[in-house]
């Protein structure tokens, strides 16, 4: 029996990288204790690391053949062996080789926890490389068994689901996992496109939304909840808030719209803001309708004059005749002016009267007007009392999303 150092077993594993087309487990170089081989086997393994690590991998793995031959080998033995193999065999592109090797080094009982985990998600990489994607997902789960948080062997999972066809079990696997990534969202989000599940799909733009937001996530989350039976065309004006605050407003008609919305439901400071933005942005005031946009401009001027000239005589009305609505509306016109102390108190009261056309919109906007006045503790509150199958609590819980997870 000869003694030979292997100090160098794991230099050329930690050259192996990780990498989307070979999602190989980094290794460190560890430095082995000496073991003792005969010198049939421990020379030709000696010869082959030397190789190895001067990047001839192939000749490397040729001279292992010499310890194949050797018989009665010990579980160390074949244990070196097939570590050494391994690591060549990755290097040299040979996956079939490696693949055994891997299985060989897992399953011999020498590896630490840590190591074990490490070969296991290199072996699945390697069969994942070569396209076999059953024994890729078989080993992945073997990964995830061992570490329920590795977050890459999970990713595989599900892209060699998605690759193969299986959306069901992708999606199922997508939706057993806490806090997907924007990647894993955007896949989810793509398989429910293809299984039309359309419920499916807004509730994975919405978290989204909530925690990748991006502007073109919100255009087809608005676009979609628009569109959802029962929306009622009432909240058009608030949909447009939403958009404006969200930076989606970007056609000359969609200023003039929602300025006029803003007119007709008696919040001239609100359309004299939009305008404003609407300007300032470019949109407006400029080309063949330059003089249109002008007169907009003026009428919301002279009407937000007029409202002030009426506002105390409006509002004993509206508080003699308890009428909510009325109240709102003045209420959110207010606060739209910067008037936050004298508006919010008016929401307040017609939201404890609850008798408005649509009481749950009124709560909508008292929580809109909280947060243009800098209460936002107070808003998302209001937001959260929302309901409705209108599209009001639809509408309110976007409005949180925005107000917390801000573009």
Same mark, same amino acid.
């Given at each position: 029996?000869? =003694?030979? +150092? ?13 990498? $989307?087309?070979? &999602? ?9 204790? $000496? ?20 990047? =001839? ?18 579980? @160390? ?7 050494? +193999? ?42 994942? +490389? ?11 789960? +073997? ?43 955007? *896949? ?10 359309? #419920? %499916? ?6 978290? *989204? ?19 959802? &039976? ?15 605050? /969200? ?10 719209? *929602? ?11 609100? $359309? ?24 907009? =401009?003026?009428?919301?001027? =002279? ?8 506002? #105390?005589?409006?509002? #004993? ?10 109240? #709102?509306?003045? %209420? ?13 108190? /008016? ?23 909280? @947060? ?18 209108? %599209? ?14 801000? *573009?």
């Amino acid at each position: 029996m000869t =003694k030979f +150092r292997l100090a160098h077993l794991g230099l050329v594993m930690a050259a192996i990288g990780f990498t $989307a087309a070979a &999602p190989i487990a980094g290794f460190s170089s560890v430095a082995y204790a $000496a073991e003792t081989v005969r010198a049939e086997i421990g020379k030709p393994l000696q010869e082959a690391q030397k190789l190895a690590a001067a990047g =001839k991998n192939k000749e490397a793995l040729a001279k292992l053949k010499e310890t194949d031959a050797v018989g009665g080998k010990t579980a @160390n033995e074949t244990y070196l062996i097939e570590r050494t +193999r391994a690591s060549a065999a990755v290097a040299a592109g040979d996956n079939d080789a490696a693949a055994r090797a891997f299985e060989s080094v897992i399953n011999s009982g020498k590896l630490s926890p840590a190591e074990s985990a490490k070969f296991s998600e290199a072996l699945a990489g390697i069969y994942y +490389r070569a396209k076999d994607y059953n024994k890729a997902v078989t080993w992945f789960q +073997r990964v995830l068994k061992d570490n329920p948080n590795n977050s890459s062997a999970h990713e595989y999972i599900v892209q060699i689901l998605y690759t193969s066809g299986k959306y069901a079990e992708a999606a199922k696997e997508l939706q057993s996992t806490k806090n997907l990534s924007e990647n894993q969202l955007g *896949m989810l989000a793509n398989i429910q496109l293809k299984q039309n599940d359309k #419920a %499916g799909y807004v509730q994975t733009l919405e978290k *989204m939304a909530a925690s990748y937001p991006k502007a073109q996530t919100w255009a087809d989350l608005l676009q979609r909840v628009q569109t959802k &039976p029962g929306f009622s065309s009432t909240l058009s004006l608030d949909l447009l808030r939403l958009r404006l605050s /969200l930076g989606l407003l970007t056609k000359p008609n969609d200023y003039m719209e *929602m300025s006029q919305l803003a007119l007709q439901a008696g919040n001239p400071a609100e $359309a004299i803001k939009i305008i404003d933005q609407g300007y300032k942005k470019g949109a407006l005031g400029t080309g063949a309708d330059a003089a249109r946009h002008q007169r907009l =401009k003026d009428l919301a001027a =002279k009407t937000q004059t007029e409202f002030d000239a009426k506002l #105390a005589a409006n509002q #004993a009305e509206a508080e003699k005749a308890k009428d909510a609505d009325a109240l #709102a509306n003045l %209420g959110f016109a207010l606060v739209s002016q910067g008037k936050a102390d004298k508006g919010l108190p /008016l929401l307040e009261e017609a939201v404890k009267l609850g008798t408005g056309k649509n009481p749950e919109a009124i709560k909508l906007h008292q929580g809109l007007a909280q @947060n243009i006045a800098g209460k936002k503790a107070a808003a998302l509150n209001t937001l959260k009392s929302v309901k409705g199958t209108d %599209g009001t609590a639809d509408l309110a819980r976007y409005w949180t999303m925005n107000i917390n997870h801000p *573009m």
